[in-house]
């Protein structure tokens, strides 16, 4: 079983930057791929970014390609969201999700594991 749970979202203007970690908890967290999904008010939730097990593999959403960076540090067993360049658009709730698959995945299908959500919104 793996646990997850989400910080770093708030309040913020449009061109700036937030990070978001998810930290995880439970047994063999190495092997298991992590993404980022995001939900916007009466949108469906809708893939971000994702990372392989070992974190040398690494896919995004052509909407946030060039700006976000996703990362994982599996000392500390937790997953980072880079968001620079941050627009309107991005406003939504962030969750993070866990795979047991190593390859990264970007369907919400594929996840076996999700966080509560962190909340972002970016003013204009």
């Known amino acids: 079983q793996v646990q997850l749970v989400e910080s770093g979202g708030g309040l913020v203007q449009a061109g700036g930057s937030l990070r978001l970690s998810c930290a995880a908890s439970?047994?063999?967290?190495?092997?298991?791929?992590m993404g980022w999904f995001r939900q916007a008010p009466g949108k469906e939730r809708e893939f971000v970014a994702a990372?392989?097990?070992?974190?040398?593999?690494?896919y995004y959403a052509d909407s946030v390609k060039g700006r976000f960076t996703i990362s994982r540090d599996n000392a500390k067993v937790t997953v980072y969201l880079q968001m620079n360049s941050l627009k309107p658009e991005d406003t939504a709730v962030y969750y993070c999700?866990?795979?047991?698959?190593?390859?990264?995945?970007?369907?919400?299908?594929?996840?076996?594991?999700w966080g509560q959500g962190t909340q972002v919104i970016v003013s204009s």
């Open positions: 999700a866990a795979t047991r698959a190593i390859r990264a995945k970007t369907q919400r299908g594929d996840y076996d594991y």
């Open positions: 990372v392989s097990w070992s974190g040398g593999s690494t």
């Open positions: 439970g047994r063999t967290f190495n092997v298991y791929a």
